[in-house]
């Protein structure tokens, strides 16, 4: 078996570390000179050729094929950490769908019921849709549960006439209400009248909140329930990987894995970040969700310059997280506000975030909120 020649090779130098369901993980956090080499030599003499060697921002990611599952391989230049994960029994996810379609994929911004008095929160919320040039969509999160009926009635509506809509990934960046509740409810109440092939989210453990009590445990109590009486797939995001479909890519940049064993100090700081690339605008979409401001720190100090993309959803709403480095490297000309106008115009003015200094010293053009009808981002 891999997993026990990978241990046998790294010795008590390596960690291990039972993730959510049948993935595991090894990892050495301060490799030799050597190591990653002597690493892929093992994977050659037992026979694996990676499906995919690419090198970002000089860390290096791998996708093998193995025996026991799909096995992942990354190493965090400036970090100096060797990762490994291993999905037991799981075919490798590259996405789906016809990605010969011609055409433009696009993305829209869902509006969110900041009026309405289901929300929790009046000024939160994420919802974002991909249609890609196929006439399938990917959706992120969906926001409150207030967002089920207009985001079924974009679906059909944008579907291709006379077919069910397909959502080909729906990807779930993190476990608060805000971003899961428009999920929970659809799926209970509409999976009959969409195809929904993938849940995209990452799964994390009570281990990865430093000890602390988890406050929103849906992905754990219940998505995966949820799942399995749906009959829905869910798919872990492993960074440096990338999933083509229709007219678009996604490149997953950062999750909650990647910041272990550093402690998350809640759920925020394990959002999954990933950035869109849609093929025929050749223009790019960093999605950052709610993440957090140690989970960005970690984020551009991995990636650096790499980050430097056309669009960015702001973190955290505008409210928090955001940090003068994030901004001044991501440097987009669009950007995002998954909140409602009253509340960006009174954070753009404040520096709690460096919104003010994103909106008014560096070089966006347009700035997005999610009021009013749902609105086409490119």
Not at 233 to 257: L, N
Not at 351 to 364: D, F, P, R, S
């Amino acid at each position: 078996m891999i997993a026990e020649k990978i241990k046998k090779l790294l010795g008590d130098r390596v960690g291990e570390r039972e993730c959510f369901g049948e993935r595991r993980e090894y990892y050495v956090e301060a490799p030799v000179k050597g190591d990653l080499e002597a690493l892929l030599a093992l994977m050659t003499e037992n026979g694996y050729k990676p499906m995919s060697d690419t090198t970002r921002a000089k860390n290096r990611y791998l996708l093998y094929r193995t025996d026991e599952g799909a096995l992942y391989i990354s190493y965090t230049y400036k970090l100096g950490c060797i990762r490994i994960f291993l999905d037991k029994g799981k075919e490798p996810y590259l996405g789906s769908g016809a990605r010969s379609a011609k055409g433009e994929a696009h993305l829209t911004l869902m509006n969110m019921a900041y009026d309405d008095e289901v929300q929790v929160s009046h000024d939160n919320g994420l919802g974002m849709i991909v249609t890609l040039a196929d006439g399938s969509f990917i959706i992120y999160d969906g926001g409150y549960c207030t967002e089920v009926e207009g985001l079924l009635r974009f679906l059909t509506d944008n579907a291709p006439k006379n077919t069910k809509p397909v959502i080909r990934a729906w990807v779930l960046t993190h476990t608060h209400m805000d971003h899961y509740g428009c999920f929970d409810t659809f799926v209970r109440r509409y999976s009959d009248r969409v195809d929904i092939q993938t849940i995209i989210a990452c799964i994390v453990l009570d281990e990865f909140y430093g000890g602390k009590r988890v406050n929103d445990r849906y992905f754990n109590d219940v998505l995966p329930l949820l799942a399995k009486e749906k009959n829905l797939p869910i798919v872990t995001p492993t960074a440096g990987q990338i999933y083509e479909y229709a007219g678009v890519k996604m490149e997953v940049i950062q999750t909650a894995e990647d910041l272990y064993p550093l402690p998350v100090g809640m759920e925020n700081h394990a959002s999954t970040v990933t950035r869109l690339i849609f093929d025929e605008q050749r223009r790019n979409v960093l999605v950052t969700a709610d993440v957090a401001r140690s989970a960005v720190s970690f984020l551009v100090s991995t990636w650096g310059d790499y980050l430097k993309s056309d669009i960015m959803q702001v973190p955290h709403h505008g409210h928090s997280g955001a940090t003068k480095e994030l901004f001044d490297t991501v440097d987009p000309e669009v950007v995002i506000y998954t909140t409602d106008r009253k509340h960006y115009l009174e954070r753009i003015e404040s520096n709690t975030a460096w919104n003010h200094y994103l909106i008014n010293e560096l070089n966006v053009k347009k700035a997005f909120v999610a009021d009013g009808e749902y609105q086409i981002i490119l």
